[in-house]
RNA sequence: GGCCCAUUCGUCUAGUGGCCUAGGACACCGCCCUCUCACGGCGGCGGCACGGGUUCGAAUCCCGUAUGGGCCUCCA
């Protein structure tokens, strides 16, 4: 039984590393703790805690206990530490401040122990500590758990990436439109990364194709706020951002730039064939009528214009589905 | 400066002494599909940081150099 922990400060929203920790330790652990480390006052950040469980939530990471907050526990770690006969210096550092507040290196050492964390799995930031945690945890009688670091997660530049950059945050990969699945796939498959590997967001955007490929017309039209006949619209969008936007523009009514009067002749016939049929198209029906216009030779690219106002889009079979009859044949008559 | 970690195509990786003329994915380029843009399919370009060892044989083991990173804070 391998039992583990994700233990980020409250600072906020995930950065894209923490969450690589989440899902590693998620990935790995039989059982994950949950533990806000919050033994700096000064960096905690209203909402901060509320912000990573969304985070987590939306990324599907769940825990078996926690959260918990080692502001609340305090006490316990200077038991452990008088228990011990520690002093307020160990080996260099402080684990506790002068005003009796335990500093992170005490908190964490005395909470891996009391949940009986096996694996601890962290950014390669804290390396360093690892022989002083070691240290730590015997001279407080207890027994150092496994300890595997991995990369961190910089810019395409290779330096530290900001959390103001792009994609640095699991919020801003929300905002840009990449579902949640897309994201796991990403930190799963960098996995335990041995070195520091480059925020690669064409890997992320190639991902979010497979992720909305897979997602049903339904899932597709909830997540992007359509009606679900529009869903066909969003098909070959890279993010949900992108598919609102290709809705949108067949959805909205056309501005006319390009409605002049063009290949009437197929648009005659067009509304001919829509008048007698449903309110909404099916698939096959759709296809039926381009099939029928297209046997006549008719103008299909001026049809596009006329329906949507531009030169280009998703398919017109899904146009057609997507547009009620009313607001097919209006258009249509526009020009 | 000290201690520690890492180094395979542009990026992420497979690879743990012979199966490696180094495999895959993303990006890029070309072709196909097609009413257009995407999506998709097929193909192409492209790499073991460098130098020494060890060995019959090294991407794989050892040493050195270089490069990148972490830590050296009452931040975690």
Not at 218 to 244: C, I, K, N, Q
Not at 253 to 276: C, I, M
């Amino acid at each position: 039984m391998l039992r583990v922990r994700f233990a980020p400060s409250p600072t906020g929203t995930l950065h894209v590393g923490n969450a690589l920790s989440a899902v590693a330790n998620r990935t790995f652990g039989d059982w994950l703790l949950l533990r806000i480390d919050d033994t700096d006052p000064a960096r905690n950040v209203d909402g901060g805690e509320a912000a990573i469980l969304a985070d987590l939530a939306w990324l599907g990471v769940e825990w078996d206990d926690g959260p918990v907050r080692q502001s609340d526990r305090a006490a316990r770690y200077l038991e452990a530490a008088e228990a011990a006969r520690l002093d307020q210096r160990f080996d260099g550092v402080m684990l506790w401040r002068d005003d009796g507040s335990p500093t992170f290196h005490l908190a964490s050492v005395v909470d891996d122990h009391d949940f009986g964390i096996t694996h601890v799995i962290r950014g390669s930031d804290h390396r360093a500590n690892e022989e002083l945690h070691a240290a730590l945890h015997r001279a407080l009688g207890f027994d150092p758990p496994e300890v595997v670091h991995h990369g961190l997660v910089v810019g395409a530049d290779g330096k530290k990436l900001s959390k103001r950059a792009e994609g640095a945050t699991v919020a801003s990969l929300r905002d840009a439109g990449y579902p949640a699945e897309a994201v796991r796939a990403y930190l799963l498959e960098l996995g335990l990364p041995r070195h520091d590997v480059h925020l690669d967001l064409e890997r992320v955007r190639s991902l979010s194709v497979d992720a909305l490929d897979a997602l049903t017309d339904d899932e597709l039209a909830e997540r992007a706020g359509v009606p679900v006949e529009a869903a066909p619209l969003l098909r070959g969008a890279h993010d949900l951002v992108e598919a609102r936007g290709l809705a949108a523009a067949v959805l909205d009514p056309p501005s006319n730039s390009l409605l002049q009067a063009r290949s009437s002749e197929t648009l005659e016939r067009f509304v001919e064939l829509r008048t007698p049929l449903p309110d909404v198209l099916d698939k096959d029906a759709a296809k039926s009528v381009l099939r029928e216009l297209k046997a006549v030779g008719g103008d299909l690219r001026g049809l596009r214009e006329a329906l949507t106002g531009r030169d280009r889009g998703p398919e017109l079979w899904a146009v057609l589905r997507a547009l009620p009859r009313d607001e097919a044949i209006r258009r249509a008559r526009l020009t």
